[in-house]
């Protein structure tokens, strides 16, 4: 979690206790570990939190971590397609796969990320190789995007 100020952060960690009460879950703060930037004057420790020291931790810039994140997400999926490509599925099937195992995957963390356009793009070509067993497109993409009560004409 990011917070601008102490303030902010003991106001988080009050939010999260009270999730914690109400939902039986509980930040361990015995095991958490924190990152002071800038904004932490003193080198003390206001809220008896480890701290993460160089050694124990990689500094990446934004979108380097997105992309490596990202990259590593791109290699799992790569794996699970070739699998699922050695078991000769049918279209439907394919489709089932790329919808239920595959995307969920990877929406699952999109939303807490920027996702560059570039890994979008890997992304899309991977699943619709997969999803054509290695061979040119049959349906333009843009009919697939469509919803399906939506004719090629645009009459409904």
Known sequence: MFCADLKS????????????RLAGLALNVKKSKAMWLKWVKNKSNPLNLSKMDAQS????????????????KIRKLETNLDIWRARNLTLFGRVLIIKSIELSQLVYSAPTLNVPREIIFIIKTNLFSFLWNNKKDKIKRQGLYQDKHIKADGVW
């Open 9 to 20: 952060f003991k106001e988080a960690l009050k939010t999260v206790d009270e999730f914690g």
């Open 57 to 72: 931790s990689t500094y990446i810039r934004g979108s380097c971590l997105v992309k490596l994140i990202f990259f590593l």
